[in-house]
């Protein structure tokens, strides 16, 4: 306490909101010390293996488990028969469907659980799952969700009345025996009569293929039933902890509070540990079975081919626009394939997610979306991989939408941009399809990411180039690709959005111990996003302890206040809110006990960084540090001992963050090859938390992006083999392909919040995916092209060079 520190030399040793505080997680996943589902060891553990169909479409005519039960270290073979007295062989899915466990009389999808090897060791569970004889009698597959709407078979025969009727499904009426909902939103009437008389109207197909997310760790689990408290212990790589403890408890009949579900290090969600999967509890009877702890955890081909898959949507689009480019009507018709089950990770009211976002950063004044969902013989998911639920694709039909629009309209797409922006002092604005978008300031941005690529410039470029390719002096086109998003991310609010019932809202709980550190919990859980970092900077600041003296702990539903979990992006808007609501509570009764130790009344003392201070004379002040202590060992009249606080925060609406991205790209038009020359992304998150993280996330997310819109995808053949299912044809980015990202930021901060901040952890992806496609579509345009499908890897850029008749 020599020399007094100046008040910036104080918030700067807090660490707290703004700073670039490295990752405090780092230190033990860089020296290998993680704790990973697959590194906890329990005695007596057993392992799960799958028997998994290997075809996409058949029934089930016997099956045989003497063989594998014959084999030494084998204890038990689970089939459904084995499950259906327990009511366990079909389970809910979060889309308010139901999905079979394990196979019930046929199968649906290549990879699906048929049944469940438990055997002393991994390897023995593995030569197992050989020996089950399954005998199987092959049925039409379709892979096609437009063919499945017409065809006479039936997929689903447990959704067809006996009569042949067809009963409703979780949102409403079907039209088809493979039909699984409609959903539409919007002014269907008046967006038709807008289309119908307009002077311009685009209209094109957008199909956003089938991917995957493919974390590094795969998904798994370790079930561990003691038998003589009547206690599981269920440890995973759950994005959602709680709503899984909830979800196991409906499903088996255990007590909640006998239920303790942990997610340790994640090495990767991404949407893909959303979900519940037959893994989990084929597990957990296993380990009620044999009273001993069973692990189960995924090899890579069965994380691709069977967990939870991203998009598959069929985006058919129709804008209108005056002559001079003002955007009147958007209307889109979307066929979505959710495979065998309908096990989309969405609120309930929002079967499509939020694709309602589809009129994306434009005023526009009338719109009109439909979204048929379809089944198929494909893996069940759809929401997954930085989607922020199917903003993805939202972003992905409105961003193609208007550079078909500018196409026909013969104009700039960049122009045609900027003249449809919600303008600033229209915010909060109330979107045609249902949003209030809570702020905004999309001019600043796009001319301030345009300036910075100098997009004239860039223009006049390309138009050379394609006048010395038509002249026979190069074979390379440039693509300059444009993306301008608007995400919706931070479910909540309650009051329309619920997983299963269980409404979004999300919590912190801090404990200010007697020395001036505390642990703060929170119903969240990072996979990799930096959580323990990032909370601890928020209360630096909320509370004036340094952001080192503070404990950030996740996964544990015996100690963390319920929460919803960390998808959608929705940590910082939710429980960062609650992180920082809590804190201030702390900072209420820190202000009392600071008025008691200095003798004046409450309102006579200030916070001021890490101090509560007596108005008008700084000298006289007691450290948060000091607060806490007296906390524990002062008895004040009229207060509780201890320093402890908890917040649940529903929040009002989401955030809406957003980003202006331009991609320039240089295409060999001969092989095909894209050599991505400059990727600029401006993002807007509102306050950022930590710089640092925020720039880790943004480069995760565009290099996702690059590898979908560029190559990476889950195919099937006819017969519905998955023809991707290995690192081998599934395309991963690695060093040599990613490009180096320039990026930069505005800061409009969310009203609503209480530290103005916005989500980011899915616009990096949400608005990269456009920005690549948009790149090679342009680098076509001179030449005819109007939308070619992605991924674009070199074979198809090369066959769309080949159909421009670009070789001659
Ligand atoms: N952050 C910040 N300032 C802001 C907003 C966020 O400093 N204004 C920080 C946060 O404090 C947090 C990180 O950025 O450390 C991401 O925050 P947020 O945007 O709230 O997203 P979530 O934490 O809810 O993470 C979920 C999001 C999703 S849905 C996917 S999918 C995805 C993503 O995060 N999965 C990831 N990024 C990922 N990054 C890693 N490494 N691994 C995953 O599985
Ligand atoms: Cu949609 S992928 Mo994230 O929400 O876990």
């Given at each position: 306490?020599?020399?007094?520190?100046?008040?910036?030399?104080?918030?700067?040793?807090?660490?707290?909101?703004?700073?670039?505080?490295?990752?405090?997680?780092?230190?033990?996943?860089?020296?290998?010390?993680?704790?990973?589902?697959?590194?906890?060891?329990?005695?007596?553990?057993?392992?799960?293996?799958?028997?998994?169909?290997?075809?996409?479409?058949?029934?089930?005519?016997?099956?045989?488990?003497?063989?594998?039960?014959?084999?030494?270290?084998?204890?038990?073979?689970?089939?459904?028969?084995?499950?259906?007295?327990?009511?366990?062989?079909?389970?809910?899915?979060?889309?308010?469907?139901?999905?079979?466990?394990?196979?019930?009389?046929?199968?649906?999808?290549?990879?699906?659980?048929?049944?469940?090897?438990?055997?002393?060791?991994?390897?023995?569970?593995?030569?197992?799952?050989?020996?089950?004889?399954?005998?199987?009698?092959?049925?039409?597959?379709?892979?096609?969700?437009?063919?499945?709407?017409?065809?006479?078979?039936?997929?689903?025969?447990?959704?067809?009345?006996?009569?042949?009727?067809?009963?409703?499904?979780?949102?409403?009426?079907?039209?088809?025996?493979?039909?699984?909902?409609?959903?539409?939103?919007?002014?269907?009437?008046?967006?038709?009569?807008?289309?119908?008389?307009?002077?311009?109207?685009?209209?094109?197909?957008?199909?956003?293929?089938?991917?995957?997310?493919?974390?590094?760790?795969?998904?798994?689990?370790?079930?561990?039933?003691?038998?003589?408290?009547?206690?599981?212990?269920?440890?995973?790589?759950?994005?959602?902890?709680?709503?899984?403890?909830?979800?196991?408890?409906?499903?088996?009949?255990?007590?909640?509070?006998n239920i303790r579900v942990i997610s340790p290090d994640i090495g990767g969600g991404f949407g893909n540990?959303?979900?519940?999967?037959?893994?989990?509890?084929?597990?957990?009877?296993?380990?009620?079975?044999?009273?001993?702890?069973?692990?189960?955890?995924?090899?890579?081909?069965?994380?691709?081919?069977?967990?939870?898959?991203?998009?598959?949507?069929?985006?058919?689009?129709?804008?209108?626009?005056?002559?001079?480019?003002?955007?009147?009507?958007?209307?889109?018709?979307?066929?979505?394939?959710?495979?065998?089950?309908?096990?989309?990770?969405?609120?309930?009211?929002?079967?499509?997610?939020?694709?309602?976002?589809?009129?994306?950063?434009?005023?526009?004044?009338?719109?009109?979306?439909?979204?048929?969902?379809?089944?198929?013989?494909?893996?069940?998911?759809?929401?997954?991989?930085?989607?922020?639920?199917?903003?993805?694709?939202?972003?992905?039909?409105?961003?193609?939408?208007?550079?078909?629009?500018?196409?026909?309209?013969?104009?700039?797409?960049?122009?045609?941009?900027?003249?449809?922006?919600?303008?600033?002092?229209?915010?909060?604005?109330?979107?045609?399809?249902?949003?209030?978008?809570?702020?905004?300031?999309?001019?600043?941005?796009?001319?301030?990411?345009?300036?910075?690529?100098?997009?004239?410039?860039?223009?006049?470029?390309?138009?050379?180039?394609?006048?010395?390719?038509?002249?026979?002096?190069?074979?390379?086109?440039?693509?300059?690709?444009?993306?301008?998003?608007?995400?919706?991310?931070?479910?909540?609010?309650?009051?329309?959005?619920?997983?299963?019932?269980?409404?979004?809202?999300?919590?912190?709980?801090?404990?200010?111990?007697?020395?001036?550190?505390?642990?703060?919990?929170?119903?969240?859980?990072?996979?990799?996003?930096?959580?323990?970092?990032?909370?601890?900077?928020?209360?630096?600041?909320?509370?004036?302890?340094?952001?080192?003296?503070?404990?950030?702990?996740?996964?544990?539903?015996?100690?963390?206040?319920?929460?919803?979990?960390?998808?959608?992006?929705?940590?910082?808007?939710?429980?960062?809110?609650?992180?920082?609501?809590?804190?201030?509570?702390?900072?209420?009764?820190?202000?009392?006990?600071?008025?008691?130790?200095?003798?004046?009344?409450?309102?006579?003392?200030?916070?001021?960084?890490?101090?509560?201070?007596?108005?008008?004379?700084?000298?006289?002040?007691?450290?948060?540090?000091?607060?806490?202590?007296?906390?524990?060992?002062?008895?004040?009249?009229?207060?509780?001992?201890?320093?402890?606080?908890?917040?649940?925060?529903?929040?009002?609406?989401?955030?809406?963050?957003?980003?202006?991205?331009?991609?320039?790209?240089?295409?060999?038009?001969?092989?095909?090859?894209?050599?991505?020359?400059?990727?600029?992304?401006?993002?807007?998150?509102?306050?950022?938390?930590?710089?640092?993280?925020?720039?880790?996330?943004?480069?995760g997310g565009l290099t996702e992006a690059l590898a979908v819109a560029l190559g990476q995808e889950i195919?099937?053949?006819?017969?519905?083999?998955?023809?991707?299912?290995?690192?081998?044809?599934?395309?991963?980015?690695?060093?040599?392909?990613?490009?180096?990202?320039?990026?930069?930021?505005?800061?409009?901060?969310?009203?609503?919040?209480?530290?103005?901040?916005?989500?980011?952890?899915?616009?990096?992806?949400?608005?990269?995916?456009?920005?690549?496609?948009?790149?090679?579509?342009?680098?076509?345009?001179?030449?005819?092209?109007?939308?070619?499908?992605?991924?674009?890897?070199?074979?198809?850029?090369?066959?769309?060079?080949?159909?421009?008749?670009?070789?001659?």
């Amino acid at each position: 306490m020599n020399k007094e520190l100046s008040r910036q030399e104080r918030a700067d040793a807090l660490g707290g909101m703004g700073c670039k505080r490295k990752r405090v997680e780092d230190a033990r996943f860089t020296q290998g010390k993680g704790n990973y589902v697959d590194d906890i060891k329990l005695p007596g553990m057993l392992f799960g293996d799958f028997v998994r169909s290997p075809y996409a479409h058949a029934r089930i005519k016997s099956i045989n488990t003497d063989a594998a039960m014959a084999l030494d270290g084998v204890v038990a073979v689970l089939t459904a028969a084995d499950l259906a007295p327990l009511g366990l062989h079909w389970m809910p899915t979060l889309a308010g469907d139901k999905q079979m466990v394990l196979a019930d009389g046929k199968v649906l999808f290549q990879g699906q659980e048929v049944a469940y090897v438990v055997a002393k060791d991994r390897y023995i569970a593995a030569d197992a799952v050989e020996l089950v004889e399954v005998e199987y009698e092959e049925l039409e597959v379709i892979i096609d969700p437009f063919a499945s709407l017409k065809s006479d078979v039936v997929l689903r025969e447990d959704l067809v009345a006996e009569d042949g009727s067809l009963p409703d499904g979780a949102h409403g009426p079907r039209k088809h025996h493979n039909h699984i909902f409609t959903w539409e939103v919007g002014d269907k009437e008046t967006t038709e009569q807008v289309i119908g008389e307009a002077e311009v109207v685009a209209e094109d197909m957008f199909y956003y293929h089938r991917t995957h997310p493919c974390p590094l760790e795969t998904c798994g689990c370790v079930a561990s039933m003691d038998k003589v408290n009547g206690k599981l212990t269920l440890y995973g790589t759950f994005q959602a902890p709680h709503a899984i403890r909830t979800v196991v408890s409906l499903i088996s009949g255990i007590e909640e509070h006998n239920i303790r579900v942990i997610s340790p290090d994640i090495g990767g969600g991404f949407g893909n540990k959303v979900g519940a999967y037959p893994g989990y509890v084929c597990s957990v009877v296993a380990s009620i079975v044999t009273g001993v702890p069973v692990k189960w955890v995924e090899d890579r081909m069965e994380n691709l081919m069977t967990t939870a898959f991203a998009r598959d949507y069929w985006m058919k689009g129709k804008i209108a626009a005056t002559k001079e480019g003002k955007i009147t009507g958007l209307w889109c018709h979307t066929t979505a394939d959710h495979g065998g089950f309908d096990a989309c990770a969405d609120p309930t009211k929002f079967p499509a997610g939020f694709m309602n976002i589809c009129t994306g950063s434009y005023d526009i004044p009338v719109a009109y979306l439909a979204v048929d969902g379809v089944y198929t013989n494909k893996a069940p998911g759809g929401v997954s991989y930085r989607c922020s639920f199917r903003v993805t694709e939202a972003v992905y039909f409105i961003e193609r939408m208007i550079e078909v629009l500018a196409i026909e309209l013969n104009m700039d797409p960049a122009e045609l941009r900027r003249i449809n922006f919600i303008k600033k002092e229209q915010f909060p604005y109330q979107s045609a399809l249902g949003w209030e978008y809570d702020s905004g300031d999309y001019h600043t941005a796009w001319d301030k990411a345009l300036e910075a690529v100098d997009y004239k410039g860039l223009r006049a470029e390309q138009a050379q180039r394609v006048e010395d390719f038509k002249a026979g002096k190069t074979r390379s086109l440039m693509g300059i690709g444009l993306t301008f998003f608007t995400e919706i991310v931070g479910a909540g609010p309650v009051k329309n959005c619920d997983i299963l019932g269980l409404g979004m809202f999300d919590s912190c709980e801090i404990r200010i111990h007697p020395t001036g550190s505390a642990i703060a919990r929170l119903g969240t859980i990072s996979q990799g996003q930096g959580h323990a970092t990032t909370f601890a900077q928020i209360l630096a600041t909320e509370i004036g302890l340094p952001a080192d003296s503070i404990t950030i702990e996740e996964g544990d539903t015996d100690t963390a206040p319920y929460g919803l979990g960390t998808y959608g992006s929705r940590s910082t808007p939710v429980a960062g809110a609650a992180t920082a609501m809590a804190g201030r509570k702390i900072r209420a009764k820190a202000q009392m006990i600071a008025a008691y130790l200095l003798e004046v009344h409450d309102d006579d003392v200030e916070f001021d960084v890490d101090r509560f201070v007596v108005k008008g004379a700084p000298e006289k002040f007691k450290t948060m540090k000091e607060i806490a202590f007296a906390a524990y060992n002062q008895a004040i009249p009229g207060i509780e001992p201890g320093l402890e606080a908890v917040s649940y925060y529903d929040p009002p609406n989401m955030t809406y963050p957003f980003g202006a991205y331009v991609c320039v790209m240089d295409i060999d038009v001969d092989t095909g090859v894209t050599d991505i020359r400059r990727f600029y992304a401006l993002d807007d998150c509102g306050t950022r938390i930590n710089p640092m993280i925020i720039e880790g996330q943004i480069h995760g997310g565009l290099t996702e992006a690059l590898a979908v819109a560029l190559g990476q995808e889950i195919a099937y053949d006819d017969m519905g083999n998955v023809k991707t299912g290995t690192l081998m044809d599934f395309f991963l980015p690695t060093a040599w392909e990613v490009p180096n990202y320039e990026t930069d930021h505005t800061v409009t901060p969310s009203p609503h919040h209480p530290i103005g901040a916005k989500g980011v952890g899915e616009s990096p992806h949400v608005g990269g995916v456009p920005c690549f496609s948009n790149a090679v579509n342009d680098a076509f345009k001179a030449f005819g092209l109007r939308h070619t499908h992605m991924p674009h890897d070199h074979w198809r850029i090369w066959q769309t060079a080949n159909k421009l008749g670009l070789h001659g």
